[in-house]
């Protein structure tokens, strides 16, 4: 669970979980500012964060424990979908392991998360 409070700064919010803490913010008309990442970067975080760990977790299954492996996330609103576009970089010397990885990608229980149709509602 995370929990958010809103902080004095306009739209600056810390948000929490666990013992893990950080702050969001955004600029509206001119107010705000940018002492956090924007919420929508923050969806774009989570899917990042995800991709990143299951890329490393199949590759450390496959013996490679210190890959250097990095996921750029893109948001793209539309009228009728989210779009989140991603990229795995992996270096050249792991290219032969993609199709592995990507695999593991496609099939991790984070990423069916938000694949499924979502439901917003009051608790």
Do not use: C
């Not at 107010?31 to 977790?57: C, D, F, N, Q, Y």
């Not at 990507?102 to 009051?122: D, G, M, N, Q, Y």
């Amino acid at each position: 669970m995370v929990e958010a409070v809103a902080l004095p700064a306009p739209w600056q919010v810390r948000f929490q979980a666990g013992d893990n803490a950080g702050v969001a913010d955004t600029l509206k008309a001119g107010t705000g500012g940018s002492a956090g990442m924007r919420p929508h970067e923050l969806l774009e975080a989570s899917l990042a964060t995800r991709t990143t760990i299951s890329a490393r977790m199949t590759l450390a299954d496959l013996g490679i424990t210190d890959a250097e492996v990095r996921v750029r996330v893109h948001l793209e609103r539309e009228e009728s979908t989210t779009r989140f576009r991603y990229a795995l970089l992996l270096p050249p010397e792991l290219e032969h392991h993609r199709p592995t990885v990507e695999e593991r990608i496609a099939r991790s229980p984070v990423r069916a998360t938000p694949s499924k149709p979502l439901a917003f509602e009051p608790a």
